[in-house]
């Protein structure tokens, strides 16, 4: 088997396990691995082949990791509806102390803080956030 073949081989191989991961690393390993290919294929000797393959992967780990795509978004757990189902739903207070709360709420006391800019009249308001024991709503 030509040396260039086996090079290939390899990256798809990564290729097939960046499937599995979901991230862009080892996409950028393998065209790393694939300018090794390349390198091979134009009859470079082994040892430029992997200067190549390392130069190229690391360069392009480096691009990958300076953009969009490579960072990933945080967001606060606290105020995630897809981390927290508690954020979206419906508490009603009967009266505010100094923009403080006690609401029966899942079968439970929870102590409710008001979001800036709320009102603090008797209603039913909406959870935004969950710190602690503490529902923050809005």
Known sequence: MAEWVGWF????????????????????????????????????????QALTAAIVGVAATLLLRRSRFG?????????????????????????????VARVMYRGALWDVELAPGGDTQAGHYTIRAVRGSRLIVG
């Open 9 to 48: 081989v390899a990256a798809g191989a990564v290729l097939i396990l960046e499937l599995f991961t979901g991230t862009f690393y080892l996409l950028m390993i393998a065209i790393g691995i694939s300018a090794g290919g390349l390198v091979a294929l134009a009859g470079g000797n082994g040892s430029w």
């Open 71 to 99: 960072k990933a978004a945080r967001r606060d757990a606290a105020q995630d509806p897809n981390v927290n189902l508690d954020i979206g739903q419906n508490v009603a207070v009967s009266h505010w102390v100094d923009g």
